[in-house]
């Protein structure tokens, strides 16, 4: 069965040190992922997808995420953080094989300390 | 081209009262879908549509109900509304679940429910 694991609910870094989100999917397809940020109150923003052609993936406001077919991982990552940053972050996994199948993982809060 | 457009934002209902959530999206995309988002619980699809005339369920469909009668609208009404359906409700569309061009899932700006 496809599922996708966010492996943290919660991660809190300090401004200026690196951001590393953590997402694992399980499929016997070829996925698309993605990474949606949702500020409080807020709809949910693409950061970035990953559609079969660079395994690293270069998205919005400094984030990017590496496809590891071999781990079955899409870690988010951001070199320093910002406190713009601090929102829910969520993996999400599209497959073709189903019309159903856009999973989302349960989401990363990020908090970012001064 | 406005996207998808969740309309109301906000909403307080009673206990057994019925009503509408709309979404409309002007991209021409076939899939559409609706997720309810619960504290620690994440996005749970509820029904999806993939072409106008046909829909499906999703993970948590009781006490929702959907039609797709034209490409561009998926409403979703609660018939008897309960308190467990306090949630935020997103509607999402994409051109196609899925397939390898990676077709980007759009969001609505979300629709806070709370029943009383």
């Known amino acids: 069965a496809q599922s996708v694991t966010q492996l943290d609910s919660h991660v809190s870094v300090s401004e200026g040190t690196p951001v590393l989100l953590r997402c694992n999917y399980s499929?016997?397809?070829?996925?698309?992922l993605f990474w949606y940020v949702q500020h409080p109150n807020k709809g949910l923003q693409l950061l970035l997808k990953y559609t079969s052609a660079a395994t690293l993936v270069k998205g919005i406001n400094g984030f990017e995420a590496e496809f590891k077919k071999s781990e079955t991982s899409f870690h988010l990552t951001k070199p320093s953080a910002h406190m713009s940053d601090a929102a829910e972050y969520f993996c999400v996994v599209s497959y073709y094989s189903s019309a159903s199948k856009i999973i989302f993982g349960s989401g990363t809060r990020l908090s970012i300390r001064p | 081209n406005a996207g998808v457009t969740q309309t109301p934002k906000f909403q307080v209902l009673k206990t057994g009262q019925s009503m509408t959530l709309q979404c409309a999206q002007d991209?021409?995309?076939?899939?559409m879908s609706w997720y309810r988002q619960d504290p620690g619980m994440g996005l749970r699809l509820i029904h999806y549509s993939v072409g106008a005339g046909i829909t499906d369920q999703g993970e948590v469909p009781n006490g929702y109900n959907v039609s797709r009668s034209t490409t561009e609208d998926f409403p979703l009404r609660l018939l008897s509304a309960a308190p467990s359906q306090t949630s935020v409700y997103f509607c999402?569309?994409?051109?196609?679940?899925?397939?390898?061009?990676?077709?980007?899932?759009?969001f609505g700006e979300g629709s806070w429910l709370t029943v009383v």
């Open positions: 999402a569309s994409s051109y196609s679940p899925g397939a390898s061009s990676g077709n980007t899932i759009y």
């Open positions: 499929s016997s397809y070829s996925p698309s």
């Open positions: 991209m021409n995309h076939e899939y």
